[in-house]
């Protein structure tokens, strides 16, 4: 019997936003730069290779790596 994939884009959250850091990432997201060009790429492509559940997983797996390394 085969295990149907755990959707990952709904249900209660387990992390919590900051406000001041999603504005500033959609800042970066904006702006004319390097940095936003970069952005804007990997995200085009996410959005184009990836189903939304792949992406979310792609999402929550930064967010962990990111809290793992700081520090």
């Known amino acids: 019997m085969s295990v149907p994939p755990t959707d990952l884009t ?8 900051n406000q001041g850091q999603l504005d500033r990432a959609r800042q970066l997201h904006a702006e004319a730069s390097p ?18 559940n792949e992406q ?7 967010i962990d790596r ?5 520090g």
């Open 10 to 17: 709904g249900g209660p959250s387990v992390f919590c936003f």
């Open 35 to 52: 940095s936003g060009d970069r952005i804007r790429d990997t995200l085009a492509r996410l959005e184009a290779d990836c189903s939304r």
């Open 56 to 62: 979310a997983a792609v999402a929550f797996l930064l």
């Open 66 to 70: 990111l809290n793992a390394s700081a």
